[in-house]
């Protein structure tokens, strides 16, 4: 299967955080081209072991988070129209007069409402609306969507698939099916290769609302150490001259005071001696991934941070460049072989 392939599955599997049933069963189906020692934990986590040659090999843990962004029903008012609440970063300039899914008994066609620009005021064209005022309209009555809509249910963007030119990929849930498809480029640089260490492939649940599959998933495992991947910022036509990297330009490997620095170096290293291209993320702090919490569980744990650019993030439309995927990939493969 290609990467394309890949990402084009990951991505049409719902997901969102609390609620990853559809996308965790699809990333272990893929999962299992590479081991059969695959589980989805009670959490909703993959977890999927490779082991190493020889007795007493360290561990390495890889994760990427399968949990998309989206929103929660909080309640169907008497009008018929569905509130909402966000599980995640959800984008609230974008969501008005969105094509949007309900996963409810079935699921259910919406459209977020919105005055039309006649209608509405200067004043009102210069405001963001919070996501409790938004009313999502089924067409259906109260009674109707009673029938098929609970609280709690999850909503998510309709946002299609679709191959742009010069490799680069477009869809909802690229952040971070994109990180999973490139452990999985990974693993199949490794296929059929003598490992020096144990490898725990972990596609964690609910990263957008705090990261607490990748915790629970580190806690278990125990690793020695460990690479998160996941998406970062690259260059917009609107962000002009910034630290952002273009897309094209391979990973992007993390630096920062939850990271790892000898982790780094090694990265920066084999990245250089191999060819793959890549760009340093530097941050002041914490990561706002999944490394964040990996790094500090159980006891603490030498974590190393892989990003893959992305353009516009959290929408419908998210982007990523497909030698950028698979120049993550290599460069954790060089890592692991290493």
């Known amino acids: 299967m290609t990467t394309l392939e890949m990402l084009k599955e ?43 040659k020889g007795e007493n090999c360290p561990t390495i843990l890889l994760d990427a988070h399968i949990d998309q962004v989206g929103m929660i029903v909080t309640h169907i008012t008497d009008e018929g129209f569905v509130r909402v609440s966000g599980c995640g970063g959800v984008d609230r300039r974008l969501l008005l007069a969105q094509q949007v899914v309900i996963h409810g008994k079935k699921p259910v066609m919406g459209i977020v409402g919105t005055k039309p620009p006649h209608l509405t005021s200067a004043e009102e064209t210069k405001q963001v609306p919070e996501l409790d005022d938004l009313a999502i309209d089924t067409g259906y009555t109260k009674e109707e969507l009673e029938e098929l809509v609970s609280p709690g249910d999850r909503v998510t963007y309709e946002g299609d698939f679709a191959e742009m030119q010069n490799g680069r990929v477009s ?10 498809a490139a452990i999985l480029c990974a693993l199949e640089e490794l296929k059929g290769k003598e490992l020096p260490c144990n490898i725990a492939a972990v596609f964690s649940v609910q990263e957008e609302v705090g990261g607490m599959g990748a915790e629970t998933a580190a806690f278990r495992i125990r690793p020695d150490e460990a690479i998160a991947v996941d998406v970062s910022f690259a260059k917009t036509a609107d962000l002009g001259e910034t630290q952002y990297p273009d897309m094209g330009t391979g990973a992007m490997v993390g630096i920062s005071p939850v990271l790892n620095r000898g982790m780094f170096d090694e990265l920066m290293s084999l990245a250089a001696e191999k060819g793959i291209p890549h760009t340093i993320e530097a941050m002041g702090g914490r990561t706002s991934t999944n490394a964040d919490a990996v790094s500090a569980a159980a006891g603490g744990v030498r974590t190393g941070l892989l990003s893959i650019p992305m353009k516009y993030m959290h929408t419908p439309v998210e982007m990523v460049q497909i030698s950028d995927v698979e120049a993550v990939g290599k460069l954790i493969a060089a890592y692991i072989l290493r």
């Open 10 to 52: 990951l991505c049409g599997a719902v997901g969102v955080a609390g609620e990853e049933f559809s996308a965790s069963e699809k990333a272990a189906e893929l999962l299992r081209a590479y081991t059969d020692d695959v589980e989805i934990d009670p959490f909703g986590t993959v977890i999927g072991r490779i082991p190493g």
């Open 171 to 180: 869809s909802k849930s690229l952040d971070d099916r994109a990180g999973v």
